[in-house]
DNA sequence: TTTTGTGCAAACTGTTTGCATTAAG
DNA sequence: CTTAATGCAAACAGTTTGCACAAAA
């Protein structure tokens, strides 16, 4: 059966601190955050706390990969943009995002023998700065 | 300027493989695949190689991160569903594929500074081996 | 008192890199 | 001949794990 899952202090700022950002942190840049308050906890707990609130549906693992992975303290129905020269990856509201995610839910379950449970959209592009950034592309 | 890629055996056989196989394979996969028809390859060259390939846009790096990196021969446009217990991936192709992406990204746009230019869509559900194994989950 | 979580360091895994050598153009 | 690519091994980065101790229930 499953195991309890405790109230602990690190468990608690990792989590506050994660729902403060929307920056999407890797597990190494919420460590440097959640240090300021906790100066002893250590990396292992962080990625240890962030998988297990995943499995907890409290946080959400975001599945665009660069390398590392990042995650997110909203779990509520949005999708992300990731810029494909800096990889910064911004949240986008929608308000019809249900709607778009039936849309496609729909088209897609009739061309699968997998039971569809989910739906991420993941876009890319160029950020405000890059875009600015002429010199980069040549 | 752009440097010169060249045609190497290596670069061949990579390709060749990879196209064969609908399975997605990671690099390492790909690497037993190669080694079969070039034993002295190297994982280095697997590597490189699907790195410059997915630069050249003729193969396909993709982003439903598990732990590893997952390459496509197919770039034509489809859609991925990944199984949540297994992590199979499996592709899904669709007659509206473009009227589904246009649809999105017209959402999209509005909303937000980034120069939208791609869109990539990924389901998760469980495959049919591992929605037949009622055992586990509990 | 029992079980889960923590800090720490060491181990692991996938990926990248430096270098001497080989091959493509 | 010049430059790019290869094989190999060593380095790297991010993540996971084992263990002794601490804290939660």
């Known amino acids: 059966m499953k195991k309890l899952v405790r109230k602990t202090k690190q468990r608690e700022v990792i989590y506050n601190e994660l729902c403060k950002l929307t920056s999407h942190p890797t597990a190494d840049e919420l460590f440097m955050i959640v240090k300021d308050k906790l100066p002893r906890v250590s990396l292992g707990t962080i990625y240890r706390n962030l998988e297990i609130m995943s499995e907890e549906g409290i946080v959400k693992k975001i599945e665009i990969c660069g390398k590392m ?7 509520s129905d949005h999708l992300h943009v990731k810029c494909i020269k800096c990889g910064k990856i911004e949240d986008i509201f929608l308000d019809n995002f249900d709607y ?4 496609i839910t729909n088209f897609v379950k009739d061309k699968t023998a997998f039971k569809i449970m989910g739906c991420d959209i993941q876009m890319s592009g160029l950020c405000s700065d890059c875009r600015n950034d002429a010199l980069s592309f040549n």
């Not at 992975?69 to 779990?75: E, H, I, L, P, Q």
């Open 100 to 103: 778009i995610n039936n849309f």
């Open 69 to 75: 992975k990042r995650f997110d303290g909203n779990t």
